[in-house]
C-alpha cells in the first residue's frame, strides 16, 4: 500500500510538472510573439524615420508646403574675431523722446 502511494504521488508530481512545463511553455511562446511584434513595429518605425529624413522629401516640402526658393545670389558674411570684445553700440533717441534721466542714488 505504501507503494503504491508512492507510485502514485510521484506520478501526481509529474503531471504537475509537466503541466507547469506546459504553463511555462506557453509564456514563452507568448513572449516570443510580444517580442517579434515589438521588433516588426520598430522596424516599420526606422524606415519611416529614414523616409522622413530623405532630402528629397525635405526639399519638396520645403519648396510646395513652406513655399520656400533657392536663393539666387549667397553672401559670405565677414569674420568676426571671437577672442575680441566689441565696443557697445551707438543707440541715437528717436524723434519726441527724450533721454533718459541717470538715477540718482538715494544714500
Do not use: F, W
Not at 505504501?2 to 503531471?15: F, H, P
Not at 511555462?24 to 526606422?46: C, D, F, K, W
Not at 524615420?49 to 558674411?77: G, K
Request: neutral net charge; without cysteine.
Amino acid at each position: 500500500m505504501l507503494a503504491g502511494a508512492v507510485v502514485s504521488l510521484s506520478l501526481l508530481i509529474v503531471v504537475i510538472g509537466h503541466a507547469e512545463l506546459a504553463q511555462g511553455q506557453v509564456r514563452l511562446a507568448g513572449l516570443q510573439a510580444e517580442i517579434t511584434s515589438a521588433r516588426l513595429l520598430h522596424q516599420r518605425e526606422v524606415l519611416a524615420l529614414a523616409n522622413l529624413e530623405n532630402p528629397t522629401r525635405i526639399l519638396r516640402v520645403a519648396e510646395d508646403t513652406l513655399h520656400m526658393v533657392s536663393p539666387t545670389q549667397v553672401r559670405q558674411l565677414t569674420h568676426v574675431p571671437l577672442g575680441i570684445a566689441l565696443p557697445p553700440p551707438h543707440v541715437a533717441p528717436t524723434a519726441g523722446t527724450s533721454p533718459a534721466a541717470p538715477a540718482s542714488s538715494g544714500g
